[in-house]
């Protein structure tokens, strides 16, 4: 299957630093990639839609300048949480579609684990 | 937008019985219905999907039911192994919604040996 690759995998920071996460689809190339939040034993909750060369569509409650997201290529999508603070402190998880590929199937990043001290 | 709830939160089976996951969604006008395996501390991965038109698909020793009048879907697994244990999430989606995906809230299923 396709792959999805996520940097990085943790990262710890102080609060009011800005922290980038990036997303790549190492084997196909992803028009439209996802940014989902997840808490520890709970659901993925999808933050944003990324779409190559406009701009990203944000969910219902997710402060977009908070959680800038940029998908300046086919290959790669970058979420960046600005002046972080400990509530945002969570599990990051990215998806892409692939076009060629079965149907609706997105596949999935590894995740990153963000600690905002 | 979309709601999808999922029940149980946690199940416990023994080794070679059957699990079922039901999930329920809001919106008539998803059309397509994943499900999702999450071991500890690693990524989803897709285990089986079915779209509306279709109100059963089977694969193996797991099978999903699609019921849209009801709009509700479930996932059976069957002669469940200790591998099989793991988190499991049920989503729906929109294809023409640049195929968003709403997910439930997750199962944690033990599957005891």
């Known amino acids: 299957g396709a792959v999805v690759s996520q940097h990085p995998s943790r990262v710890i920071c102080k609060s009011g630093t800005s922290v980038k996460i990036e997303c790549r689809s190492l084997?196909?190339?992803?028009?439209?990639m996802f940014w989902y939040r997840q808490f520890p034993k709970k659901s993925l909750m999808l933050m944003a839609t990324?779409?190559?060369?406009?701009?990203?569509?944000?969910e219902q409650g997710v402060e977009k300048d908070k959680f800038l997201i940029n998908h300046a290529s086919l290959t790669l999508s970058t979420l960046t949480v600005t002046s972080a603070h400990p509530e945002d402190s969570s599990f990051y998880i990215c998806?892409?579609?692939?076009?060629?590929?079965?149907?609706?199937?997105?596949?999935f990043g590894p995740g990153t684990r963000l600690t905002v001290l | 937008g979309e709601n999808v709830e999922q029940h149980p939160s946690t199940l416990s089976v023994q080794e070679g019985d059957s699990a079922v996951i039901k999930c329920t969604y809001s919106?008539?006008?998803?059309?397509?219905f994943p499900w999702y395996k999450q071991e500890l501390g690693k990524r989803p991965q897709l285990i089986i999907d079915?779209?509306?038109?279709?109100g059963e698909k089977k694969d193996q020793q797991i099978a999903v039911t699609l019921n849209k009048t009801a709009k509700h879907f479930s996932l059976h697994i069957t002669e469940t192994q200790p591998e099989d244990s793991a988190v499991y999430f049920c989503?729906?989606?929109?294809?023409?919604?640049?195929?968003?995906?709403?997910f439930g809230s997750g199962t944690k299923l033990n599957v005891k040996p």
């Open positions: 998806s892409a579609r692939d076009p060629s590929s079965s149907y609706n199937e997105q596949f």
């Open positions: 084997d196909f190339q992803a028009t439209t």
């Open positions: 990324s779409n190559e060369g406009s701009k990203a569509t944000y």
């Open positions: 919106d008539s006008a998803s059309n397509y």
């Open positions: 079915i779209r509306s038109n279709v």
């Open positions: 989503a729906a989606a929109l294809r023409d919604n640049f195929n968003k995906f709403y």
